[in-house]
C-alpha cells in the first residue's frame, strides 16, 4: 500500500487558494495550516476550509503547532499568501530545518524596513527609509537626508497590494498621512505600530516573479505596470503588460533583482519582486517570498504557460526545475476603477467589449445598483479585463476602447 503523501500549506489564500487543487492533481493529500483562527479582512473570501480533509490553527505557540504537523512527515511547507510567510518560515526551520530560506533573514522577507537594511548590509542599492512611530524623529530624519519638502511616499512597514501607500507631494503635510496610518489595522489585520517614510521613487515599475531551487534563482515572467494616483493614493494598479525574457527591459532588471532575492535570504521557493527602474538605475518597491496574487497566476499562465503555483508543484512533487520561462502570447491585463464610491448605475456600459478582436475576458466584480468603494487599491477594483492578440496594434486599439468604457462609468452617491 502506497503510503500518502502531504503537503503543508500555510494560509492557503488569496492566490493560495489555488495549491490544494494543484496538489491534488499531484497525488498529495494538502493540509491548511491557518495562521490566525480567522483569515485577514482582505482574505476572508478567499478562505475555503472545504478544501482540505485537515485544517490547524495558529494559537501563538510555534512548537505546539509543530507537534501537531509532525504526523504528516512533511518535507516541504509552501506559504500561500503574504499572511502565510513568517509562519511558514518558523515552522520549516522546526520540521525539516536547514531546507527553507535563511531564518535569520526572515523580518527581511515581509518587513519593508527590514527588506531595505538587508539590501543595504548586501550592497545591494535602495531607496532612503525611515521606520519610526515618533513624529519628531521622523522629521529628524527627513532634514538630515535633505528630503523635508521632497516628495515621499508614506506606508504601513507591513501591508500588501497598495493598503494604506500614500505619496506626500512637494511641501505636502507629512505628519497627516503620519498620523493616518500610525495605529490603523490595516487589510492585513495588523496594526500599524510604526511608519515607514521613503523616498519617492520615479520611474517605470515591473514585477519580477521568480522560483528559487537551492540558491539559484530563475524567472517565472516580467510584467511591466502602469499604476495611477487619485489624490495622495498611489500604487492603484492600472494596466499590466508581459514582457519576453530576452526583452532588454528585463535583462536591465534581471540582476538587480538576484541580488536582492540573496539579501532577503530567499533560497527555495516563490519570490515577487516590485522593482522601480530610475534614472539611478533599479530600486526594489518591496519583495515576497510568496507567489504573486490578485489574479496573476491565471493571467501568467495564459502569457507564458506557466506561473508560480505550476513551478512550486513541478519542483516539491517531482523534483522539476525550469530556468526561464517563455512568452507564448501578448497580454495585457486592465483594471478598471471606480472613481468615487456609490452607487454602480450602468454595467450596460461594458456592453459589447467580447467583440473587440483582442478580448479573453471579463470580470465585473459588483452588480447594477451595488454600492461600490472608490478604487484606491487592489482590493477595491471595479473590473477586470484581459486582452491577447498577436498584433500590438491591435491589443492597442482595443485596449482605448476599454479606456473610453472605463471612462463612460456612472456613480451616483451613495
Not at 488569496?14 to 485577514?40: D, H
Not at 478562505?47 to 504526523?71: K, N
Request: hydrophobic content about 40%; charged content about 25%.
Amino acid at each position: 500500500m502506497t503510503q500518502s503523501k502531504y503537503t503543508i500549506i500555510v494560509d492557503p489564500l488569496s492566490t493560495g487558494q489555488e495549491y490544494p487543487a494543484a496538489f491534488k492533481e499531484a497525488g498529495q493529500i494538502p493540509v491548511a495550516v491557518l495562521s490566525g483562527l480567522e483569515p485577514p479582512p482582505a482574505y476572508t473570501t478567499s478562505w475555503h476550509p472545504d478544501d482540505f480533509e485537515h485544517v490547524h490553527y495558529f494559537t501563538g505557540d510555534v512548537a505546539a503547532l509543530a507537534e501537531e504537523l509532525r504526523q504528516y512527515g512533511p518535507e516541504y511547507l509552501v506559504p500561500g499568501a503574504e499572511s502565510g510567510v513568517e509562519l511558514c518560515d518558523q515552522l520549516t526551520e522546526i520540521l525539516v530545518p536547514g531546507t527553507g530560506n535563511v531564518p535569520e533573514l526572515a523580518s527581511a522577507r515581509r518587513d519593508k524596513w527590514e527588506m531595505a537594511e538587508a539590501l543595504r548590509v548586501a550592497g545591494v542599492p535602495r531607496l532612503r527609509q525611515i521606520r519610526t512611530a515618533d513624529p519628531a524623529e521622523a522629521e529628524r530624519w527627513l532634514k538630515e537626508n535633505d528630503l523635508l519638502g521632497r516628495r515621499l511616499v508614506i506606508k504601513p512597514p507591513k501591508s500588501a497590494a497598495g493598503d494604506e501607500v500614500y505619496v506626500v507631494f512637494e511641501h505636502g503635510d507629512w505628519r497627516e498621512r503620519f498620523d493616518r496610518v500610525l495605529g490603523r489595522t490595516n487589510k492585513m489585520g495588523l496594526t500599524n505600530d510604526a511608519v515607514l517614510i521613503q523616498e519617492y521613487a520615479e520611474g517605470t515599475e515591473y514585477l519580477v516573479d521568480s522560483y528559487t531551487v537551492d540558491g539559484k534563482h530563475s524567472l517565472v515572467d516580467v510584467c511591466r505596470y502602469t499604476k495611477i494616483s487619485r489624490g495622495d493614493k498611489i500604487g492603484i494598479y492600472h494596466r499590466i503588460d508581459f514582457l519576453a525574457e530576452d526583452d532588454p527591459e528585463v535583462q536591465a532588471l534581471w540582476p538587480y533583482t538576484q541580488q536582492v532575492l540573496d539579501a532577503v535570504g530567499i533560497r527555495v521557493g516563490c519570490g515577487h519582486a516590485e522593482v522601480m527602474m530610475t534614472a539611478d538605475g533599479p530600486r526594489l518597491i518591496e519583495v515576497a517570498a510568496r507567489p504573486a496574487g490578485g489574479g496573476h497566476q491565471m493571467v501568467s499562465e495564459l502569457a507564458t504557460g506557466d506561473n508560480h503555483i505550476k513551478r512550486t508543484v513541478a519542483h516539491r512533487v517531482r523534483g522539476e526545475v525550469r530556468d526561464g520561462f517563455d512568452l507564448v502570447q501578448h497580454l495585457r491585463g486592465i483594471f478598471v476603477s471606480a472613481y468615487r464610491d456609490g452607487y454602480f448605475r450602468n454595467r450596460e456600459v461594458f456592453d459589447g467589449i467580447e467583440s473587440l478582436k483582442s478580448f479573453h475576458w471579463m470580470k465585473i466584480l459588483h452588480d447594477e445598483d451595488a454600492v461600490v468603494p472608490e478604487t484606491v487599491d487592489l482590493f477595491t477594483c471595479l473590473a477586470w479585463v484581459i486582452l491577447i492578440h498577436s498584433d500590438a496594434q491591435t491589443l492597442d486599439d482595443d485596449y482605448h476602447r476599454v479606456l473610453e468604457m472605463e471612462a463612460a462609468i456612472v456613480i451616483d452617491a451613495p
